[in-house]
């Protein structure tokens, strides 16, 4: 099969002014950068609001492992599907972060005949959305210590500053670092420091949640930067540049409009990280597409019990909108790593490790459940599956009394959705009965232990005392109230990367917790969760070039 970037530069695909025209938005309302993406200014959008909503399907899936679940690629796959089978769809999706395209993923825009395109352009520098939450991440951070240097008015304490700096790239060795150093008139002053990367930066999760410019501004001015030397939190407001941070986010806050490799329009926009932060597009996006969509596709980051549930009790809470319908996707030798299977060792990639292996895909099946959503269980389907594994793993879903389908969209595209698409339009057909998993009456500590013990599956919550610091100095500053946004480990139910499939027994322990005020959550920090990821030992960026023609080569 060709490679991923040859089937996109193959593509027959529209202009996206064309496109625009089609969902009703004359193209000079939109913004071109170049012939095939365009950002949508929200006021344009905003003719809309009247329009009735379309259905809105999530796509979540299993616990990560290195076999792949195909979770991107599956949504692109379910667009596809969705409009050969007549329906009229419109998708949503996160922007790629550059770090992790040159770390593990070598691309995060779908593959085969299943892609968003130009997914050159969009794996990369896109239109600059990344960089400008970077900028303004950096310049707050920059008046922060400028504050300090030129006299401290507010007696902020340098040993107390909870904002770090943003880059949008895996540099573990910029984690932990000191700065100011040089001399108070040259360097400011001297305190531990440290970088996050940006797609984990509050003003990340900001941008994914405002509705508008307005929100937009008043969650920034939230932005807690620090407490002061008697323990009083310091805001962005206080620092007087929201203003300018507004200014440099003026384009970025528009969503972005680009295409399947079949034609279907997709919104990409947002990009913050479902380990550290809540993991979806962002709100603009997914009420765009349900807007301008019969059916609107989006997608969850890593698994039910990450991505899904924040989607649930924090997007659908703070958004007032909720999932007509969820899609789980999974795959045989997912499964089999799930059932104890070594993905290097092909002899132990067998029926009886996928039989193992399926408690994972259970758990996740009953934690959507609690939602009161409608679940559909998409296989997709690799080239070394056979068909005993894909039908045995459809035979499970019958007897749990889950719908399923056979997903073959990598190598098919949307003729390969299709039996997927009927089951999701089948079930939804059926109505819902949408919940939120907890109460914001509840506190911090029940929230984080609800969580816990009906979605992770864990037999016990455990704080450290840094943590039970900051617990109770939220709960009296009044933020209790705010829903929880757990960052832990993508690889395991747990805490713990090492524990496949669905462990029980084991003890949650909540090592910090950090407050995104201008979010609108509260961030409990889980295990050995960093908020910089690090490179591999063999980072993609190793098969990642530029020819002689001016062709990029190594994207996936």
């Given at each position: 099969?060709?490679?991923?970037?040859?089937?996109?530069?193959?593509?027959?695909?529209?202009?996206?002014?064309?496109?625009?025209?089609?969902?009703?938005?004359?193209?000079?309302?939109?913004?071109?950068?170049?012939?095939?993406?365009?950002?949508?200014?929200?006021?344009?959008?905003?003719?809309?609001?009247?329009?009735?909503?379309?259905?809105?399907?999530?796509?979540?899936?299993?616990?990560?492992?290195?076999?792949?679940?195909?979770?991107?690629?599956?949504?692109?796959?379910?667009?596809?599907?969705?409009?050969?089978?007549?329906?009229?769809?419109?998708?949503?999706?996160?922007?790629?972060?550059?770090?992790?395209i040159f770390g593990i993923k070598g691309g995060a825009t779908g593959g085969g005949y299943s892609q968003v395109y130009p997914m050159w352009d969009i794996n990369l520098h896109f239109t600059g959305d990344i960089h400008a939450v970077g900028s303004?991440?950096?310049?707050?951070?920059?008046?922060?210590?400028?504050?300090?240097?030129?006299?401290?008015?507010?007696?902020?304490?340098?040993?107390?500053?909870?904002?770090?700096?943003?880059?949008?790239?895996?540099?573990?060795?910029?984690?932990?670092?000191?700065?100011?150093?040089?001399?108070?008139?040259?360097g400011g002053v001297p305190h531990e420091s440290g970088f996050l990367i940006t797609s984990a930066s509050e003003i990340s999760a900001i941008l994914a949640l405002a509705s508008d410019r307005e929100d937009l501004r008043e969650r920034l001015e939230?932005?807690?930067?620090?407490?002061?030397?008697?323990?009083?939190?310091?805001?962005?407001?206080?620092?007087?540049?929201?203003?300018?941070?507004?200014?440099?986010?003026?384009?970025?806050?528009?969503?972005?409009?680009?295409?399947?490799?079949?034609?279907?329009?997709?919104?990409?926009?947002?990009?913050?990280?479902?380990?550290?932060?809540?993991?979806?597009?962002?709100?603009?996006?997914?009420?765009?597409?349900?807007?301008?969509?019969?059916?609107?596709?989006?997608?969850?980051?890593?698994?039910?019990?990450?991505?899904?549930?924040?989607?649930?009790?924090?997007?659908?809470?703070?958004?007032?909108?909720?999932?007509?319908?969820?899609?789980?996707?999974?795959?045989?030798?997912?499964?089999?790593?799930?059932?104890?299977?070594?993905?290097?060792?092909?002899?132990?990639?067998?029926?009886?490790?996928?039989?193992?292996?399926?408690?994972?895909?259970?758990?996740?099946?009953?934690?959507?459940?609690?939602?009161?959503?409608?679940?559909?269980?998409?296989?997709?389907?690799?080239?070394?599956?056979?068909?005993?594994?894909?039908?045995?793993?459809?035979?499970?879903?019958?007897?749990?009394?889950?719908?399923?389908?056979?997903?073959?969209?990598?190598a098919d595209g949307g003729k390969g959705g299709t039996e997927l698409a009927l089951r999701v339009v089948e079930a939804i057909e059926g109505g819902k009965d949408f919940r939120f998993l907890y109460g914001t009456d509840l506190t911090i500590k029940?929230?984080?232990?609800?969580?816990?013990?009906?979605?992770?599956?864990?037999?016990?919550?455990?704080?450290?005392?840094?943590?039970?610091?900051?617990?109770?100095?939220?709960?009296?500053?009044?933020?209790?109230?705010?829903?929880?946004?757990?960052?832990?480990?993508?690889?395991?139910?747990?805490?713990?990367?090492?524990?496949?499939?669905?462990?029980?027994?084991?003890?949650?322990?909540?090592?910090?917790?950090?407050?995104?005020?201008?979010?609108?959550?509260?961030?409990?920090?889980?295990?050995?969760?960093?908020?910089?990821?690090?490179?591999?030992?063999?980072?993609?960026?190793?098969?990642?070039?530029?020819?002689?023609?001016?062709?990029?080569?190594?994207?996936?």
């Amino acid at each position: 099969m060709k490679s991923d970037l040859d089937i996109s530069r193959e593509a027959k695909v529209r202009p996206i002014a064309e496109l625009a025209e089609e969902m009703g938005i004359p193209s000079c309302e939109t913004i071109p950068y170049g012939r095939d993406m365009a950002k949508v200014p929200l006021d344009a959008l905003r003719r809309f609001d009247d329009k009735e909503d379309g259905k809105l399907i999530l796509v979540t899936a299993i616990t990560a492992t290195p076999a792949g679940e195909g979770k991107t690629v599956t949504t692109i796959g379910l667009i596809q599907g969705l409009s050969r089978i007549g329906k009229n769809v419109v998708g949503a999706l996160r922007e790629p972060s550059i770090g992790p395209i040159f770390g593990i993923k070598g691309g995060a825009t779908g593959g085969g005949y299943s892609q968003v395109y130009p997914m050159w352009d969009i794996n990369l520098h896109f239109t600059g959305d990344i960089h400008a939450v970077g900028s303004a991440h950096n310049l707050l951070s920059a008046m922060v210590e400028n504050h300090i240097a030129k006299g401290n008015e507010l007696g902020i304490d340098p040993t107390n500053i909870t904002l770090k700096k943003a880059i949008d790239m895996n540099c573990r060795e910029l984690r932990n670092m000191v700065v100011g150093l040089g001399g108070k008139s040259m360097g400011g002053v001297p305190h531990e420091s440290g970088f996050l990367i940006t797609s984990a930066s509050e003003i990340s999760a900001i941008l994914a949640l405002a509705s508008d410019r307005e929100d937009l501004r008043e969650r920034l001015e939230k932005v807690v930067v620090g407490y002061t030397y008697d323990g009083r939190m310091v805001t962005a407001k206080e620092l007087n540049c929201v203003g300018a941070m507004m200014v440099l986010l003026k384009d970025a806050i528009n969503p972005n409009l680009v295409q399947t490799l079949e034609g279907q329009p997709v919104f990409v926009h947002g990009f913050p990280f479902a380990n550290i932060a809540h993991g979806s597009n962002s709100i603009v996006a997914t009420r765009a597409a349900m807007k301008l969509g019969d059916y609107a596709v989006t997608e969850a980051g890593f698994a039910a019990d990450l991505g899904a549930e924040k989607f649930m009790d924090i997007v659908c809470r703070q958004a007032g909108f909720s999932p007509d319908c969820t899609v789980i996707v999974v795959s045989a030798r997912a499964l089999m790593m799930h059932g104890g299977a070594d993905i290097k060792d092909e002899s132990t990639m067998t029926l009886d490790a996928m039989r193992e292996g399926y408690p994972n895909l259970d758990k996740h099946i009953s934690n959507l459940r609690l939602h009161g959503v409608p679940v559909v269980v998409a296989v997709n389907r690799f080239s070394q599956d056979t068909d005993e594994a894909v039908a045995e793993i459809k035979a499970h879903c019958d007897s749990l009394g889950v719908p399923s389908a056979e997903s073959s969209v990598y190598a098919d595209g949307g003729k390969g959705g299709t039996e997927l698409a009927l089951r999701v339009v089948e079930a939804i057909e059926g109505g819902k009965d949408f919940r939120f998993l907890y109460g914001t009456d509840l506190t911090i500590k029940q929230k984080i232990e609800t969580i816990g013990y009906e979605v992770y599956g864990t037999s016990m919550v455990n704080y450290m005392p840094a943590a039970e610091k900051v617990l109770s100095s939220l709960e009296a500053a009044g933020y209790g109230n705010l829903p929880v946004c757990i960052a832990k480990t993508q690889a395991s139910l747990s805490d713990n990367p090492s524990r496949k499939g669905a462990p029980t027994g084991w003890k949650l322990t909540v090592r910090d917790v950090y407050l995104s005020a201008g979010a609108g959550f509260v961030v409990p920090i889980c295990g050995q969760m960093s908020l910089m990821p690090g490179l591999p030992k063999n980072p993609a960026a190793e098969r990642i070039d530029l020819d002689a023609e001016g062709r990029i080569r190594g994207l996936k």
